[in-house]
């Protein structure tokens, strides 16, 4: 029996013509090998699966081949180095997986193998995958190569993120950005892919796939590789969904409704619905995003302001969400918690607005604060008039200070509102169990925000109204903690176990 080949593989471009989606970088490759004048050292950046590698092998193919036509880049694909390089037994095309340990000793290695000649073609290709993950000494050692390169050497830096590689090494090389590839480049090869393979996809099936694939043709593929297996008769749109573990945009939509509609309860009992029927987790949080997404887009079209804003707060905290299910240990539990907590916040927005106005340093008069009934909320709304000061929208940068973080630190900045000031960072908590576990940490998020607002700034930790004024009240223990009692009412539960979440 044949070993099984993944259709990626399979399909992966052997030819320049081949290479959807990424013209120029291809148009500019093909018109260097046709004329001789190869750069001794590329950077390919760009999202995931957009064609950085295969394009690096076709460059590396098309360089040694003996049987290309003088005035194509195309390879063909034939010859003995053609044959060994798509087998992945070429000896002049050396592949370097930066992430990897291997990957640092091989790049240490590399000035003195460099000026080896090259086995069989007249080029030695050197591939970096990942390349902004190595160390700062293997940057220095390829750097000391790059000053002098050896002519029968060429490097393909390749990188997700090139805002990592640095500035010397960037100068050295010729730089190609590899762009998504839309849904309808993904449709059409996928189209192109399942006729070969005589698989029958129907057209709405296969826009789903593309959708759900973000402009990464590898992950399209690879989909599509899961989806032939499983299915037994043509790909229908509905089959796709749930092979694929994508919710029922309907299911979604009301769902989001639900949370919107400051529903909790309707929320989780729709989730669990949309969960039992076998859709994934993250694709559920995606969904709500583009959901959420449209919604904002329409507000704002509309100039609804108070709708957009609220909305870009939803879509800020789902984004995290998005961020964290794919790492934490129970997603399901962390999806519902954050869920639950945007419908309770939906369902006291005035009581949420007006929170948001009050100025922390006095406290108010001694004025009781629990969970806000209306005339708590008439009081509130006479000592700072509704729609005196917008909620703040999401501080751009923010974000990024906490993706750097370690996972068990972010958790407890996670609930912080963020307000800058020049080099002030005021971040406000609602709890005080977060808002002491969050000073004790200070030290891990300083030298992010510093690097983020200057070497001046300052963090000011600031805890709301309602937790401040009752400071002996503060939540000893997580069942104390308001939004966790709000969660037991609700489902009529208790708490029968607390887990520390940690790497
Ligand atoms: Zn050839």
């Not at 490759?29 to 590698?53: D, E, M, N, P």
């Not at 930790?461 to 009240?473: C, I, V």
Request: one cysteine or more; a neutral charge.
């Amino acid at each position: 029996m044949p070993e099984y080949q993944s259709l990626y593989r399979k399909y992966r471009s052997q030819t320049f013509a081949d290479l959807v989606g990424q013209d120029a970088a291809s148009r500019a490759l093909q018109g260097a090998i046709v004329s001789g004048r190869v750069a001794h050292a590329y950077l390919f950046s760009g999202s995931r699966g957009t064609g950085k590698t295969s394009a690096a092998r076709l460059l590396a193919k098309a360089l040694n081949c003996t049987g290309r036509a003088r005035d194509s880049a195309e390879p063909c694909n034939t010859c003995q180095s053609c044959v060994e390089m798509t087998a992945g037994s070429a000896l002049d095309l050396i592949e370097i997986d930066a992430a990897s340990n291997r990957g640092i000793d091989e790049i240490r290695d590399l000035r003195e193998k460099v000026n080896l000649a090259p086995a069989l073609g007249p080029y030695k290709v050197y591939i970096i995958d990942e390349a902004h993950m190595l160390t700062e000494p293997a940057f220095n050692a390829l750097l000391k190569t790059l000053e002098e390169p050896p002519a029968h050497i060429v490097f393909v830096l390749c990188t997700t993120d090139a805002q990592k590689i640095p500035l010397t090494v960037i100068g050295r090389c010729q730089q190609f950005v590899f762009r998504r590839h839309s849904e309808e480049q993904i449709a059409s090869r996928l189209s192109y892919i399942a006729k070969i393979e005589n698989v029958r996809v129907d057209a709405d099936a296969m826009q789903l796939i593309a959708r759900t694939a973000q402009g990464s043709m590898r992950d399209a593929v690879g989909l599509l590789d899961q989806l032939v297996p499983l299915a037994s008769g043509p790909i229908s749109l509905e089959s796709a969904r749930s092979l694929l573990g994508i919710a029922d945009p309907r299911l979604l939509d009301s769902l989001l409704d639900d949370v919107l509609g400051g529903r909790a309860a309707e929320a989780l009992t729709e989730l669990n619905r949309i969960y039992a029927a076998g859709a994934e987790l993250r694709q559920v949080v995606r969904g709500l995003m583009e959901g959420c997404r449209d919604r904002l887009v329409a507000a704002l079209s509309k100039r609804d302001q108070a709708t957009a804003r609220r909305l870009s707060n939803v879509l800020d905290a789902l984004l995290h969400l998005d961020g964290e299910v794919r790492r934490h240990a129970e997603p399901r539990f962390l999806v519902e918690a954050t869920l639950a907590r945007l419908a309770v916040e939906a369902e006291q927005p005035a009581a949420a607005t007006a929170v948001e106005q009050i100025s922390p340093a006095p406290p108010p008069p001694s004025h009781e604060v629990g969970l806000p009934q209306t005339s708590g909320e008439e009081q509130v709304a006479t000592s700072a008039p509704r729609g005196e000061k917008p909620v703040p929208a999401p501080v751009a940068g923010w974000s990024e200070v906490l993706e750097k973080l370690n996972r068990t630190v972010r958790a407890v900045y996670l609930d912080a509102q963020p307000e800058v000031d020049g080099s002030l960072l005021v971040l406000w908590f609602r709890y005080g169990f977060h808002h002491k576990k969050a000073q004790e940490q200070s030290s891990q998020l300083m030298p992010l925000v510093r690097a983020w607002l200057g070497d001046e700034a300052k963090i000011d930790y600031r805890l709301r109204e309602n937790d401040a004024t009752k400071p002996t009240q503060r939540p000893a223990s997580p069942e104390d903690d308001p939004f966790v009692r709000e969660i037991v009412r609700r489902f009529d539960g208790r708490v029968t176990r607390v887990k520390e979440v940690s790497e």
